[in-house]
């Protein structure tokens, strides 16, 4: 028993690959695609996909530094699920970055 509960423990986490793509982001705002899928464990392709999401929504921006972006994270927009909306993206950044 303790074996498959270990296994399916494994198999996920508390946090969603879009704060952990914050949570490089805010610690690295020039941080590279490639660098970013290697910190967080994902493709470069889940990558692209979470970070036009986040544009989508306005919690980041990107500007086009030489041939890098810079992701700027507007720290002030609400959290989206109901129980965790009355707190900002900034709050838990600062939190666990």
Known sequence: MSEVRSNLSSHWTFLTNHFHVLLVLHKNPDSRIRDIA??????????????????????????????????????????KHPMESKHKVGELLQLLG
């Not at 910190?39 to 996909?49: L, N, Y």
């Not at 929504?57 to 890098?68: D, F, M, P, Q, T």
């Open 38 to 79: 290697d910190q967080v464990g994902i493709t470069e392709r889940a990558v692209q996909k979470i970070l036009a999401e986040l544009a989508e929504i306005e919690v980041i921006n990107s500007e086009k530094v030489g041939r890098r972006n810079t992701y700027t994270i507007d720290h002030n927009v609400h959290l």
